[in-house]
């Protein structure tokens, strides 16, 4: 197929105002100016069609301009926007309930309202902090959280969102990950990778460097997202809650990006049958307006008034798309992403059957990693080629996002049908066929 000639003119006018006026600490990993988008699809600027197979870092969860969606956002901005969090709304206390209907765990839960996956993430920090007179935490190597200080100071996958930044938050301690694919610890006898990682925290960790009573929490995503879509084995899970009861320590989920349906059930630490304390949540929660949320079982959350508190959380707007959200992921989008997911997954196996640069495809529902190497015994990364291959499919209509070291996350809208994913999958094919001819892999 031929490629688009991109960047048009239009978008190439906004970029130059863009750089004249704009941080340069944004990405922008390639020239894409976006129109407008319905559904799965979305135009730049000069008319040209994509599939969006990003959706916003995950973020587009019932696809673009959803109409239910945006019926409830003109319905609530008609009565009013803004009120502040001294006083009441109802958007807000229908949202907490459905996220304590739908919380990981048994009895009763309490939320706090945020405006994103980092405000989150720095407020359970606090919390932890406050209920158990902690003030450690436990992190993984790979891990992304946020880049506001505390936050930055638990992320661990690329060492330049912290380069001109020190000192962080003290009380932060990284260990390694469980990855199948590369595991990083020499699985001991008896142990799967998983258990291996928990039995290093505990004898290395807790017995040798942090004693267990000054941990406040572990603080872990269900699957690693910006270090490279890694999703642990099944015996990571267990032997981390375990591990928490047994120190009194909080186990924090960090469902920024895993959780509202991504992987076909509302959060990814359903599928290991584990029960976490803290669950973090935003990215796709209100189909692309600004919320996040902190839950926690109801008898942590014993701060008291003004302890914590915000400006805009937890804003009506971004309540009422919310619930329209979880609405529709609850009624149709959950089963799609289920089925369809599938379906993608089975269609990037079947690309890597045919190309020898994907090492591995991994993951659940739509969020699913494409890993390429330069050689599939040696796992040597092919950085430069994934960013190609990311190039490529952008220049033949298709929008993609790398991760890690060389992964492609795969995270189209939970409304992507079969169909899109077929023409997904042929602009990915091609793509990666020349890729790999410029790059002098076939």
Request: hydrophobic share 40%; net charge negative; aromatic share 8%.
């Given at each position: 197929m031929?490629?688009?000639?991109?960047?048009?003119?239009?978008?190439?006018?906004?970029?130059?105002?863009?750089?004249?006026?704009i941080s340069?600490?944004?990405?922008?990993?390639?020239p894409?100016?976006?129109?407008?988008?319905?559904g799965t699809?979305v135009w730049?600027?000069?008319?040209?069609?994509?599939?969006?197979?990003?959706?916003g870092?995950?973020?587009?969860?019932t696809?673009?301009?959803?109409?239910?969606v945006?019926?409830?956002?003109q319905?609530?901005?008609?009565?009013?926007?803004?009120?502040?969090?001294d006083?009441?709304?109802?958007k807000?206390?229908?949202?907490?309930?459905?996220?304590?209907?739908?919380?990981?765990?048994?009895?009763?839960s309490?939320?706090?309202?945020?405006?994103?996956?980092?405000?989150?993430?720095?407020?359970?920090?606090?919390?932890?902090?406050?209920?158990?007179g902690?003030?450690?935490?436990i992190g993984?190597?790979?891990?992304?959280?946020?880049?506001?200080?505390?936050a930055?100071s638990?992320?661990?996958?690329?060492a330049?969102y912290?380069?001109?930044?020190?000192?962080?938050?003290?009380?932060?301690?990284?260990?390694?990950?469980?990855?199948?694919?590369?595991?990083v610890?020499?699985?001991r006898?008896?142990?799967g990778?998983?258990?291996?990682?928990?039995?290093?925290?505990?004898?290395e960790?807790?017995?040798?460097?942090?004693?267990?009573?000054?941990?406040?929490?572990?603080?872990?995503?269900p699957?690693?997202?910006?270090?490279g879509?890694i999703?642990?084995?099944?015996d990571?899970?267990?032997a981390l809650r375990?591990?928490?009861?047994k120190?009194d320590?909080?186990?924090?989920?960090?469902?920024?990006?895993s959780?509202?349906?991504?992987?076909?059930?509302?959060?990814?630490?359903?599928?290991?049958?584990?029960?976490?304390?803290i669950?973090?949540?935003?990215?796709?929660?209100?189909?692309?307006?600004?919320?996040?949320?902190?839950?926690?079982?109801?008898?942590?959350?014993?701060?008291?008034?003004g302890?914590?508190?915000?400006?805009?959380?937890?804003?009506?707007?971004s309540?009422?798309?919310?619930?329209?959200?979880?609405?529709?992921?609850?009624?149709?989008?959950?089963?799609?992403?289920?089925v369809?997911?599938a379906?993608?997954?089975?269609?990037l196996?079947?690309?890597?059957?045919?190309?020898?640069?994907?090492?591995d495809?991994?993951g659940?529902?739509?969020m699913?990693?494409v890993?390429f190497?330069?050689?599939?015994e040696?796992?040597?990364?092919?950085?430069?080629?994934?960013?190609?291959?990311?190039y490529?499919?952008?220049?033949?209509?298709?929008l993609?996002?790398?991760?890690?070291?060389?992964?492609i996350?795969v995270?189209?809208?939970?409304?992507?049908?079969?169909?899109?994913?077929?023409?997904?999958?042929?602009i990915?094919?091609?793509?990666?066929?020349l890729?790999?001819?410029d790059?002098?892999?076939?």
């Amino acid at each position: 197929m031929q490629p688009l000639n991109l960047p048009g003119p239009k978008a190439q006018a906004l970029i130059t105002r863009d750089n004249a006026v704009i941080s340069p600490s944004y990405p922008r990993g390639y020239p894409f100016v976006m129109d407008h988008g319905r559904g799965t699809e979305v135009w730049d600027v000069d008319g040209n069609r994509f599939l969006d197979f990003e959706a916003g870092i995950a973020v587009a969860s019932t696809g673009h301009s959803h109409p239910q969606v945006v019926k409830a956002i003109q319905d609530q901005t008609e009565k009013f926007i803004h009120i502040s969090s001294d006083f009441y709304h109802e958007k807000w206390i229908a949202l907490a309930e459905k996220l304590a209907e739908i919380a990981p765990w048994s009895g009763p839960s309490a939320c706090f309202m945020t405006n994103s996956g980092t405000e989150s993430v720095e407020s359970a920090i606090k919390l932890a902090r406050y209920h158990t007179g902690s003030t450690q935490f436990i992190g993984f190597l790979g891990a992304f959280h946020g880049r506001t200080l505390g936050a930055v100071s638990l992320t661990a996958s690329k060492a330049h969102y912290k380069n001109g930044f020190f000192p962080l938050m003290n009380g932060v301690v990284h260990v390694p990950f469980p990855n199948p694919y590369r595991p990083v610890l020499q699985r001991r006898p008896g142990m799967g990778d998983g258990e291996t990682v928990v039995a290093f925290i505990e004898e290395e960790i807790l017995e040798r460097l942090l004693p267990g009573e000054d941990v406040a929490g572990i603080l872990v995503e269900p699957i690693q997202g910006e270090g490279g879509y890694i999703y642990p084995p099944d015996d990571f899970f267990p032997a981390l809650r375990k591990l928490c009861d047994k120190y009194d320590i909080l186990l924090i989920v960090d469902e920024v990006q895993s959780g509202m349906g991504r992987t076909g059930k509302w959060w990814a630490i359903e599928h290991y049958g584990v029960e976490p304390d803290i669950l973090l949540t935003a990215k796709g929660i209100a189909s692309g307006m600004p919320l996040g949320a902190m839950v926690t079982r109801k008898e942590l959350m014993d701060w008291p008034k003004g302890s914590h508190g915000n400006t805009f959380g937890g804003n009506p707007v971004s309540c009422s798309a919310a619930l329209a959200t979880i609405q529709l992921i609850e009624e149709q989008y959950l089963e799609n992403t289920r089925v369809v997911g599938a379906y993608c997954k089975d269609a990037l196996e079947e690309l890597q059957a045919k190309h020898a640069s994907i090492g591995d495809v991994r993951g659940k529902g739509f969020m699913l990693g494409v890993e390429f190497v330069q050689d599939r015994e040696t796992k040597q990364p092919a950085e430069s080629l994934r960013d190609d291959v990311v190039y490529k499919a952008f220049e033949r209509g298709l929008l993609l996002l790398g991760c890690g070291k060389s992964v492609i996350r795969v995270t189209p809208p939970l409304s992507t049908t079969k169909s899109e994913v077929d023409e997904a999958m042929l602009i990915l094919d091609e793509a990666i066929s020349l890729a790999e001819r410029d790059h002098a892999l076939v």
